[in-house]
């Protein structure tokens, strides 16, 4: 089973930037597509974006398309998600998790999850 950890999150004005950083333990995720997620107290988890396992192909939630980049090392076991241009409304948990389903981004069909790490961005 692997275990995911994520950090990076943080208080930030808006307008600045971010870089959050998923890392796996326990067994590689190389092979595993990787998704970010986010949620905020009473609602849903959000997709933000994903990564196939070889990077070639990613996904990116219509809040976050132009602003954020997912990218992944996978030798270093470890996916990153790059976020810019930070809104007030970009606050919330960010998760990350292992995909179960290619193709789908819905929460269901992830896996894996991380605890979470804050992202707080002022106004």
């Known amino acids: 089973q692997v275990q995911l950890v994520e950090s990076g999150g943080g208080l930030v004005q808006a307008g600045g930037s971010l870089r959050l950083s998923c890392a796996a333990s326990?067994?590689?995720?190389?092979?595993?597509?990787v998704g970010w997620f986010r949620q905020t107290p009473g609602k849903e988890r959000d997709f933000v974006a994903a990564?196939?396992?070889?990077?070639?192909?990613?996904w990116y939630g219509d809040s976050v398309k132009g602003r954020c980049t997912i990218s992944r090392d996978n030798a270093k076991n470890t996916v990153y998600l790059q976020m810019n241009s930070l809104k007030p409304e970009d606050t919330a948990v960010y998760y990350c998790?292992?995909?179960?389903?290619?193709?789908?981004?819905?929460?269901?069909?992830?896996?894996?999850w991380g605890q979470g790490t804050q992202v707080t961005v002022s106004s």
């Open positions: 990564i196939s396992w070889s990077g070639g192909s990613k």
């Open positions: 326990g067994r590689t995720f190389s092979s595993s597509l």
């Open positions: 998790a292992v995909g179960l389903r290619f193709g789908s981004i819905s929460p269901t069909d992830f896996g894996s």
